[in-house]
């Protein structure tokens, strides 16, 4: 396999050593058992962060029969969890960029499990609102340190496709969320709520543990940290379970950091504060301004739809759960359409994100004016077809759009939002 070597070399013996980026050693590793090793790693985090998502909208009317509270003291619940989403973003990143991405992300996904496992047996209102602050702590952490750590393992032409294929994960798990909570709610009408929050917190344990035993550090965090020996250590593990020998690009008797091509915009990458006034920075500046209001209208849209569908359902005298569930699972063929037109030249991520929002906003307007309750099922399934699958597109015009050197404090930013 060729890769690019820079022109500059270092002398060694009387002779010359090429110099790569982490990058061109990455390509030259390649795409093999450790990067599937990674996908299922982060998979299954993005799976027990998709069990979560129809949490507040499936048992919001349980809590409030429960407890006799009204949907707007109910409404407190995801708008207060956002404020604790935020600061847990900005800490577990703050750890992230400091400490490495292992404990970080293994602590934030146990955070999620624990709150979740612990609010199914709150005695009452306020004490269920406190624990999900603790669980929603460590939601941010999923996006925030999962969606990089897996960019930071992969060959740079197999990220597309590889991204594109994460994104079914979390689809499936908020499918078989909503297809609990179908079957547990209604069966079991006193504690069926708590029984089903409690069974949606176990896969985030799973995923706990599966990054404790994936106990492998992003070589280009420790790379940025000069933890050089270390990271070819990682590097070594990576070429041998892919079948490469490491010593065939990177000779073992020369340092690393000799053979090693600094970052290009020179910018010290333990401090957030660069990275962060990078993206308003002039060459990017218009770009994230147009992103940011295209991520936050998608965003608002499909969560408010999420939270507030099961309470209109009730209101038109329609099941709840069932179309509910059913609703959500037409994101799947939603997912499959975008993996084709996003690869079609002609049609790309752009031309892809403009026709879904189109019939997203089609299906909405048919949603509020029809009256017919067939007309509503399927316009709720259409408006997932089109809007749900728009949001991992999001993610991947996102890392696309933003250089290596920022990539990860711009999804920390655009996660914030």
């Known amino acids: 396999m060729s890769v690019q070597k820079d022109e500059e070399r270092a002398p060694l013996l009387g002779g010359t050593v090429p110099r790569f980026k982490v990058d061109e050693i990455l390509n030259f590793i390649g795409f093999g058992p450790f990067q599937v090793a990674a996908y299922v790693m982060v998979g299954l985090t993005y799976m027990a ?31 207060l ?26 602590v934030s996904v146990a955070m999620i499990g624990v ?11 306020t004490t269920f609102l406190l624990i999900r602050f603790f669980a929603s702590f460590g939601v941010m952490g999923v996006p925030i340190l999962a969606y990089p750590v897996l960019i930071e393992f992969l060959p740079v032409r197999n990220r597309g496709r590889v991204l594109a294929l994460l994104t079914l994960l979390p689809a499936l798990a908020v499918c078989a969320s909503g297809g609990l909570g179908w079957w547990l709610i ?7 709520w708590r029984y089903f929050t409690a069974a949606i917190a176990f ?28 990271a070819r250590g990682v590097l070594v593990a990576m070429a041998r379970m892919n079948g490469k020998r490491l010593g065939d690009l990177l000779p073992e008797r020369v340092p690393l950091q000799d053979m090693i091509i600094p970052d ?23 770009r994230t301004l147009c992103l940011s209001v295209v991520y936050v209208c998608l965003t608002a849209g499909y969560y408010c ?13 329609l099941n709840p759960y069932f179309t509910s569930f059913i609703s959500i699972l037409g994101q799947i063929p939603g997912i499959f359409l975008i993996s084709i037109l996003t690869e079609w030249p002609c049609v790309g991520r752009l031309h892809t994100l403009r026709l ?42 996102l890392s696309e759009s933003y250089p290596t050197e920022i990539r990860a404090q711009a999804l920390n930013f655009f996660n914030t939002l």
């Open 49 to 79: 962060f998709g069990f979560e998502a129809l949490l507040f909208a499936l048992i919001s009317l349980k809590v409030q029969e429960e407890w006799s509270i009204s949907a707007v003291q109910y409404a407190n619940l995801p708008a």
């Open 81 to 106: 969890t956002c404020i604790f989403n935020i600061l847990g973003g900005v800490v577990l990143s703050y750890l992230s960029d400091h400490y490495g991405r292992v404990w970080p992300y293994a």
């Open 115 to 125: 709150g979740g496992l612990a609010s199914a047996f709150a005695p009452d209102y």
């Open 186 to 192: 209604p069966t079991y009408p006193v504690h069926g």
């Open 203 to 230: 896969p985030s344990f799973v995923a706990a543990a599966g990054r404790i035993l994936f106990f492998y550090e992003s070589p280009r965090f420790l790379v940025s940290q000069g933890k050089f020996t270390q």
């Open 264 to 286: 290009s915009d020179g910018t010290d990458r333990g401090s957030s504060l660069p990275k962060l006034l990078t993206i308003f920075s002039r060459p990017y500046i218009r």
């Open 305 to 317: 739809t999420t939270v507030f569908l099961p309470a209109l359902l009730t209101q038109l005298n």
């Open 356 to 397: 879904m929002t189109f019939f997203t906003v089609v299906f909405f307007l048919l949603f509020a004016f029809v009256r017919n309750n067939v007309s509503i099922s399927v316009s709720g399934i259409m408006i997932y077809f089109f809007m749900a699958p728009m949001l991992p597109l999001m993610y991947t015009i």
